[in-house]
């Protein structure tokens, strides 16, 4: 292995400890291992395995990035993925100017201003996940997911880490009987429609596409709802402007006497959140925590 590191800076404010507690909720055993300093994750490109770790650094608007691969090739694509999934280019000033003008987002912007939206190492488990996750809580849908990796993954060797389980690719769920590890019949027909759909080049996670047009792609697929793919394209793509309007906490977030707001409600009350509903979508979620 290659041991390698990297500064990626950020513009302040920049609130590291959030995103590590979204992602060590949903944490999958094995693959990710996250504490209070820093997120850990096994990855391979090429059958061969690596692991990276990621930081913040003292005294700098920057976080770093430590990889062990062999191929020094893949680098780019390493940060890039890293980049996206610290939501490292996020112009959080303008993003908090905008926001900051409403009523429910006042407050929050305040407390929270160097939130940033959590994105994915990879486009298709982030999708698998979220269809896991429908209706259930993130705990089981992280419990789901590693039942998934465990008889699905494949095995590799990683060094010192010896034998690990990656996410299974997309050709491997197009046939498989998933049943087993816990969920119904029409959720693995789901998970079997999304990864026959990716192969096919059906539906994608370029980021040239736009959020409307990625919704109607992927809400052809059964049982993905606007909620499932707004949610994809959030930490996916990590689309600023998506947002998963149907979701019960976000019309709790904006009620005033406690009972959700009607969705046409919470949609008009978003319009004025464009492009950044990504970003009110985080800070409402963290509201109700």
Request: aromatic share 8%.
């Amino acid at each position: 292995m290659a041991l390698r590191r990297f500064r990626l800076p950020y513009r302040a404010p920049y609130d590291f400890a959030a995103l590590l507690a979204f992602f060590e909720r949903r944490a999958i055993a094995g693959i990710e291992t996250v504490d209070a300093q820093s997120y850990t994750r096994r990855f391979a490109f090429d059958g061969e395995a690596g692991t990276l770790r990621v930081t913040q650094k003292t005294n700098d608007d920057a976080l770093i990035l430590t990889v062990d691969f062999p191929h020094a090739a893949r680098l780019p694509e390493i940060r890039a993925r890293v980049q996206r999934m610290f939501d490292l280019d996020a112009d959080i000033a303008t993003i908090n100017a905008r926001l900051g003008k409403s009523t429910p987002l006042r407050s929050g912007i305040r407390r929270h201003s160097g939130q940033r939206v959590p994105g994915g190492w990879d486009g298709f488990e982030i999708a698998v996940r979220a269809v896991l996750g429908q209706q259930i809580s993130v705990a089981a849908a992280r419990t789901l997911a590693s039942h998934l990796v465990q008889n699905f993954g494949a095995s590799m060797h990683c060094g010192k880490m010896g034998n690990i389980h990656l996410f299974p690719e997309a050709e491997t769920l197009v046939d498989a009987e998933l049943t087993h590890i816990g969920i119904t019949r029409a959720r693995a027909a789901t998970l079997n429609a999304v990864a026959r759909a990716v192969c096919a080049g059906a539906v994608s996670f370029d980021p040239q596409q736009s959020l409307d047009d990625f919704v109607a792609r992927w809400t052809t697929l059964p049982g993905i709802g606007d909620w499932t793919a707004q949610y994809i394209a959030m930490r996916a793509m990590g689309h600023a402007d998506a947002f998963p309007a149907a979701d019960l906490v976000l019309r709790k977030a904006v009620a005033r006497d406690g009972i959700p707001v009607p969705l046409r409600q919470l949609q008009a009350m978003a319009e004025d959140w464009r492009p950044f509903r990504a970003y009110a979508v985080l800070h409402l979620w963290r509201s109700t925590s």
